[in-house]
């Protein structure tokens, strides 16, 4: 019924302004209706390539005041809408190769968190859309198709496993960027 109603005003409002600010109006509400984070608005989407090959896009939601340099300081939500299947096995094997550039860990650490993370994930297929929530010192927690199929309450791996993409030392730079995008003042790479 939200939808009907949703939809009914913003026909109304593309007649009355115009379709380029109607269209801009219905896309901004859209995403702020789908915001993952409670006063959260999404800054930045990017696709993964390898190979040519389109392996997931992600998208970024961040609250007021987020500073892409101290990422680690705020809360935040990364969505991986995929475009392959994977197992959440091999999901978790290649996060801890990734967090290595974020980080050093001990090998210790790197099991339990492979462990906790292929606990916490689920396998994904094409299409399916995964929802990670960071809070600062508590950890992660994974949604998908809006319920929780995971967390690991480790503040350290939050850290590491969300620097994947938004670290500097991030082997995918030009992905971050297009994460980042709108958090950056103008005139600032």
């Not at 939809?7 to 993952?36: H, N, R, Y």
């Not at 939500?77 to 967090?99: C, N, P, V």
């Not at 960071?134 to 350290?156: L, S, T």
């Amino acid at each position: 019924m939200k939808n009907i109603a949703f939809a009914a005003i913003f026909t109304g409002a593309l007649v009355a302004l115009g379709p380029q600010t109607a269209l801009a109006q219905v896309a901004e509400a859209s995403a702020a209706a789908a915001a993952p984070l409670s006063g959260a608005r999404l800054v930045g989407q990017g696709v993964l390539r390898f190979l040519g090959f389109e392996i997931y896009r992600a998208r970024l939601w961040v609250q007021p005041g987020f500073d892409a340099n101290n990422y680690a300081a705020h809360p935040l939500a990364l969505e991986l809408t995929y475009h392959r299947d994977f197992s959440g096995e091999a999901i978790a094997k290649r996060s801890i190769e990734e967090m290595r550039r974020v980080g050093s860990f001990t090998p210790q650490q790197a099991e339990r968190w492979q462990q906790a993370l292929q606990s916490a994930l689920p396998n994904v297929k094409a299409g399916d859309r995964l929802l990670g929530l960071y809070q600062p010192g508590a950890g992660a927690i994974f949604k998908m198709a809006g319920r929780v199929v995971g967390e690991v309450p480790d503040a350290e791996f939050s850290r590491l496993f969300f620097g994947i993409w938004l670290s500097p030392q991030t082997s995918e730079p030009r992905l971050r960027q297009d994460l980042i995008a709108a958090t950056r003042p103008q005139g600032q790479p």
